[in-house]
């Protein structure tokens, strides 16, 4: 559930952002990320509340967000478009790679339902250290930028050298994962 809360957010915050609405959107960006640390917290010390489901959902919640975030920060030139364009391409990739990794993993016959159906798990992505400190210099960015006009330093040279920051982890974080590849994939042999 507050996966899916993510991901229903994630218009609500690009349509404030275009709207211009930004102390509006700061705080909607803020029950997101409540959303987030909540789900993390919840899996972490309940077992029983964890699921396959649940641990799809999470990333893909994370990924419309950050994605929706992004192009309506451009569109209200607060992010470059480079950064915007590097940062989805980034998740496309790894995207991509996950279907690959999971189209190869699954035992055969393969089918669509098997391919699609997240309670058959077959691999597991483990992120690289730089793709975490990616994540957070990300979102450390989004907020920022949403405060940005709220508290008016848009033009901060601060702001400009954490988009440099974001550029910088983001090429680390795409790089590592295809250096480290395969150490990335974790099969589950019980599939």
Known sequence: ????????????????????????????????????????????????????????????????????????????????????????????????????????????PRTLSKYFNPCYATARLKPTFISKVNTAVQLILVAASLAAPVFNYADSIYLQILWCCTAFTTAASAYSYYHYGRKTVQVIKDS
Do not use: C
Request: charged share 15%; glycine share 6%; proline share 5%.
């Open 1 to 108: 559930m507050l996966s899916m809360t993510r991901i229903g957010l994630a218009p609500v915050l690009g349509y404030l952002i275009i709207e211009e609405d930004f102390s509006i959107a700061l705080g909607v960006f803020a029950l997101a990320g409540l959303t987030d640390l909540l789900d993390g917290f919840i899996a972490r010390n309940w077992a029983n509340q964890k699921s396959a489901l649940g641990s799809a959902l999470d990333p893909l919640a994370d990924k419309i967000l950050i994605s929706i975030l992004y192009v309506s920060l451009t569109y209200a030139d607060l992010i470059p478009v480079p950064l915007t364009y590097m940062i989805i391409s980034r998740d496309v990739m790894l995207i991509a790679a996950v279907f690959y990794v999971r189209y190869r993993t699954l035992p055969t």
